[in-house]
């Protein structure tokens, strides 16, 4: 099996520990969004850093990638928002969770795999990214019903729901293998590639 690619979009807003409160906050969002939906598997990291952006500027950037990720207009796209600061962050959980929009937040930019997903989760979703996650990232229908003694249908159900809300990112192949489902922040890569 050929390996997955995943194309990173490293967005850093800015260095140093200021205070961002810029009216124009969406247009950072135009740097790293892919202009339609044919590519292949990308995931999008807005780095905040030091940098404490205002309530306004969360609402926009969360409000403006997280609703269009949502409706699917960037294709196969996740979106993981990275903070230094906790209170960034926390506001970020809660915009993300009273809209219901899906991405991850993270303290960093770079080791993903404890990136928190926020947005609209139910329990069983919660339980099945961390399988999903700790099973090493990626996972057909047909394993995660045998590792969790289920339906072959409930777990494709349960994957697929995930898929749809842009938790996972879901890798079509053919019949009898089955499409492959992928959290990413099972993605690795090295500081490196951030440029």
Not at 20 to 47: C, E, K, T, Y
Not at 159 to 183: C, E, N, S, T
Request: charged share 20%; aromatic share 6%; with cysteine.
């Amino acid at each position: 099996m050929k390996p997955i690619v995943f194309d990173v979009r490293f967005v850093p807003v800015g260095t140093g520990s200021a205070v961002w409160d810029d009216p124009h906050a969406g247009n950072v969002i135009q740097r790293f969004m892919p202009h339609d939906r044919s590519h292949g598997p990308m995931v999008g990291i807005l780095h905040f850093g030091g940098v404490r952006p205002t309530p306004g500027v969360i609402r926009e950037v969360v409000l403006t990638v997280g609703e269009d990720v949502k409706a699917g207009r960037y294709g196969a796209f996740s979106l993981i928002v990275s903070s230094d600061d906790e209170a960034t962050r926390c506001v970020i959980r809660d915009v993300a969770g009273a809209q219901g929009v899906a991405m991850f937040v993270s303290s960093s930019s770079v080791v993903l795999e404890g990136a928190e997903p926020v947005g609209g989760l139910t329990v069983k979703d919660r339980e099945t990214l961390d399988f999903v996650l700790q099973a090493g990232g990626t996972i057909t229908a047909s394993e995660f019903a045998e590792r969790q003694g289920i339906e072959q249908t409930t777990a494709g159900n349960r994957l697929v729901a995930l898929h749809k809300k842009g938790y996972l990112q879901r890798m079509q192949r053919p019949h009898p293998v089955g499409d492959l489902f992928v959290d990413p922040r099972s993605i690795r890569f090295s500081s490196t590639e951030l440029t």
